[in-house]
């Protein structure tokens, strides 16, 4: 708003006039009947007032001593002609930092009022947002009244004269008034903030920030900010209208732009809002670091700026025919009406009232009304256009499933392309695996080559070594016998034939060769027992279903397996009496063999030579043969174990495993229908526990 100097109200020397208060409801606006000094230092006292008449008569009805950091002294003349009660003088405007009221009579001087904006509020001596104070002056009494005021923002002196009826019930007016408006924006705010939840719209947001700084402004502007809601709090209170300012023309423009998409109709909107940010913004920071009143200046200059150009926007845009901006047309031009009375008022165009005095706060209040009718026509334009795109979406979507049906035939005939490819693709997995599995089986094989060339070559070997003292024993043998058959002929040579008898060890001879035969007999044994083991493990039947002695089954692998438990290996068999297992032999001799032999080598790899225990054991639990092999090898994490069973998985050194050993004995366990268990901990040892029904053929016959 546009300021005017201190040289209006002071326009000349005079003495004044008396004031007479008569007991009337309200007398005033008193400007015209003081004399003002003004006080460029603001260090004079009431003393030095006293010894002094330079004072400068005033021409306004309401004194407008402009922006300044002088202090002002204004002297008056009161006359009590009211034969009841004392005057209440009333100086309506709450802006005031620094404010006293003297009373001097007969010689002595009485402070009626020490207070302002700066200094903390004493409720006792205030009861109101604005300068109400009662004067004790008697009936028919003469004083002269001292009023020192100081503001770091525009300064106006309204003074009225009041019975006490007439100020009680003006307070109770006011706050009844300013009750009615914050009720007014508080309802606002609720409103929209719970259409904000519904519809998640950013201007809505926007528009409650605005109506919370827009409030809050009208109550720092009327003193009910300083007297309610931040009493004490004198930094607050001291830049509180000027920050306020600011937000609410950052939040209204912000607002606007959404509202109305200022941007998209003018493309340097966001650089001149920017621009007058930057500039209030700087004022706000002005007055922070003391220099109120040119901070202040700016604020009001960069206000006034931004609220035309929102008015020239607003203009434009709704001459386009764009609904939302009609609204903010209607409602920016209510309140900019009332921002132009209450300047008006300001400048002595208009009286000073109470309407006045509160058009801002009016208009701002109707301004936030129409703005809600305006959001509210928004809701019913978001709604039309959510219909016409559900429409649209509805045609999108039939066209689209028209699309998909034509597209479903293409796809249809790529999916059986596709299938049979993947069909092909099984097939060559298929015959893959097939060809895994009889490489592991040729490695398994080969394997019992390996074990049956080394057991049946040592008893062949021992009878080879055996054959040439057999030889030689026998060669004895005849040649005691030829002597035998020489001595019986004649006779008298018999002494010769008992002395070769007793030269080659007759006795010892006979019994080399008892010897030499038992363990022959021994060597034949043993390689008969390999070779019926061998026959058991190999069985070439092994894919048909038929009756097998588990308990020989197992023998028969560990005897293949001979050179992996002879060294350091201890089996300890627990082989419980069981009845003859429908299975395929065969696939379980595979099985077996590939848990023995990991047992082997877990037991290997944490006892070398010594120490070793695989544990061989059977049992017949609820109709169902449970086998268990156990170890006391190096163990399992639980990492390894969760991956026990896939294919190529393996912990040896590469060369020493293919990783398919696991995978084909689950696949055997469930040929049988059965299940396998293992129980594992690092350093102690494994258990597996495979479990299959006793009869096969049977667990078939009830899958079927």
């Given at each position: ?9 002071l ?43 330079d ?49 001097a ?31 004790d ?14 503001s ?40 929209n ?47 509180a ?17 959404l ?27 002005i ?18 700026s ?91 979507a ?10 479903n ?10 299938t ?10 298929k ?68 002395a ?10 006979i ?105 061989v ?47 084909i ?40």
């Amino acid at each position: 708003m546009l300021l005017y100097t201190v040289a209006a109200a002071l326009p000349g020397q005079g003495t004044g006039t008396f004031i007479q208060y008569n007991g009337a409801d309200q007398t005033g606006p008193w400007g015209k009947d003081l004399l003002i000094k003004e006080d460029p230092a603001a260090n004079l006292q009431i003393g030095d007032l006293l010894a002094t008449d330079d004072y400068m008569s005033c021409r306004s009805v309401v004194p407008n001593l402009g922006l300044t950091r002088s202090a002002f002294w204004l002297k008056a003349t009161l006359v009590n002609a009211a034969s009841s009660g004392n005057p209440v003088m009333l100086i309506d405007y709450p802006e005031i930092d620094e404010l006293d009221i003297y009373v001097a009579s007969n010689g002595r001087i009485t402070q009626a009022l020490h207070g302002g904006d700066a200094r903390p509020v004493d409720h006792k001596d205030r009861n109101a947002p604005s300068y109400s104070y009662e004067l004790d002056v008697p009936y028919g009494g003469i004083v002269d009244v001292y009023i020192r005021a100081k503001s770091t923002k525009q300064l106006q002196l309204p003074i009225f004269l009041q019975n006490e009826r007439r100020s009680t019930v003006q307070k109770l007016n006011r706050n009844f008034f300013m009750g009615g408006y914050v009720a007014i924006m508080l309802v606002m705010v609720l409103y929209n903030f719970f259409i904000t939840i519904s519809l998640r719209e950013r201007s809505y947001y926007l528009y409650i920030l605005y109506l919370i700084s827009v409030c809050l402004t009208q109550v720092s502007f009327n003193g009910y900010g300083a007297f309610y809601f931040w009493p004490g709090q004198l930094w607050v209170n001291h830049h509180a209208s000027t920050t306020l300012t600011v937000l609410t023309m950052v939040f209204a423009c912000e607002f606007m732009q959404l509202f109305i998409s200022a941007d998209k109709y003018i493309r340097s909107f966001r650089k001149v809002k920017y621009a007058i940010y930057i500039v209030a913004i700087l004022g706000a920071a002005i007055c922070f670091f003391g220099l109120e009143q040119e901070g202040y200046q700016v604020i009001q200059a960069t206000s006034a700026s931004m609220a035309l150009y929102m008015l020239y926007v607003a203009i434009f845009i709704a001459l386009k025919r764009h609904r939302p901006a009609k609204y903010f047309l209607a409602a920016w031009a209510v309140f900019v009406t009332g921002i132009i009375v209450f300047v008006a008022k300001d400048w002595g165009l208009l009286p000073y009232n109470d309407l006045t005095k509160y058009m801002m706060t009016i208009g701002s209040s109707i301004e936030v009304v129409l703005l809600s009718f305006g959001l509210a026509d928004r809701i019913n334009e978001l709604r039309r256009e959510k219909d016409r795109s559900q429409a649209d979406a509805l045609r999108t979507a039939r066209e689209k499933e028209q699309f998909i049906r034509e597209q479903n035939t293409v796809l249809e005939q790529r999916v059986m392309e596709r299938t049979h490819a993947l069909q092909e693709s099984n097939d060559h997995l298929k015959l893959t695996q097939g060809q895994l599995v009889s490489a592991e089986k040729m490695a398994s094989l080969g394997q019992l080559t390996a074990g049956i060339a080394h057991e049946i070559n040592n008893p062949i070997n021992f009878i080879s070594s055996s054959i040439p003292p057999l030889k030689r024993d026998l060669n004895d043998l005849r040649e005691v016998l030829d002597a035998y058959r020489q001595a019986g002929k004649e006779l008298p040579s018999m002494a010769a034939a008992h002395a070769l008898e007793e030269r080659i060890g007759l006795e010892d001879t006979i019994r080399e060769v008892e010897d030499i035969l038992g363990a022959m007999e021994h060597g034949t044994t043993r390689t008969s027992e390999i070779v019926r083991g061998l026959r058991t493990f190999s069985r070439l039947d092994e894919d048909d279903l038929k009756e097998a002695d588990i308990n020989e089954c197992l023998r028969s692998t560990v005897v293949v397996l001979g050179p992996q438990f002879r060294n350091g290996i201890q089996v300890e068999y627990d082989l419980r009496e069981m009845p003859p297992v429908e299975c395929f032999p065969g696939k379980l001799n595979q099985l077996f063999m590939n848990l023995l032999n990991n047992a082997a080598h877990a037991v290997k790899m944490r006892h070398g030579n010594t120490g070793g225990i695989v544990r061989v054991a059977t049992r017949m639990e609820d109709g169902e043969v449970e086998v268990i092999i156990a170890d006391n090898g190096i163990g399992m994490e639980e990492s390894v174990k969760a991956r026990l069973f896939e294919p190529f998985f393996t912990t040896k050194d590469v060369g020493e495993g293919t990783g398919l050993g696991l995978s084909i004995a689950q696949g055997i366990i469930e040929k049988h229908h059965g299940r396998i268990r293992v129980e594992s901990q690092p350093g102690i040892g494994t258990t597996f526990i495979i479990s299959f029904p006793a009869t096969v053929a049977g667990a078939l016959a009830k899958r079927a």
